[in-house]
Nanobody, 127 residues
Framework: QVQLVDSGGGSVQAGGSLRLSCAAS????????MGWFRQAPGKKREGVAR????????YYEDSLKGRFTISRDNAKNTMYLQMNTLKPEDTGKYYC????????????????????WGRGTQVTVSA
């Protein structure tokens, strides 16, 4: 069983930065791919970024490349999402998730492959 606690959201002005954290506890936490999803008001949840087990491979939704950086520290069982140059369209609730390595999560963002989720942290970017 893996428990995820996401945090670090807040309200910022456009152009600002935030760093989200996802603390993982429980066994096997360092054996899962991890990632971030977000859900804007009135929209479907979408994949943002994901990272492999050792942190060597990172993948981003195309429009976010260059502004967002995902990382993980397995010694601390924590994943991060550094978000820079934030835009109002980045507003939404951000969720961390974990998926086993032998799933489609290694190549895309299938929510059904993620058995573990954080409760979400709100990010609000004002113009």
């Amino acid at each position: 069983q893996v428990q995820l606690v996401d945090s670090g959201g807040g309200s910022v002005q456009a152009g600002g930065s935030l760093r989200l954290s996802c603390a993982a506890s429980g066994s096997l936490a360092s054996r899962y791919y991890m990632g971030w999803f977000r859900q804007a008001p009135g929209k479907k949840r979408e994949g943002v970024a994901r990272i492999d087990i050792v942190g060597a491979g990172t993948y981003y939704e195309d429009s976010l490349k260059g502004r967002f950086t995902i990382s993980r520290d397995n010694a601390k069982n924590t994943m991060y999402l550094q978000m820079n140059t934030l835009k109002p369209e980045d507003t939404g609730k951000y969720y961390c998730a974990a998926a086993p390595a032998n799933t489609g999560f290694t190549t895309s963002f299938p929510e059904h492959d993620c058995p573990y989720w954080g409760r979400g942290t709100q990010v609000t970017v004002s113009a």
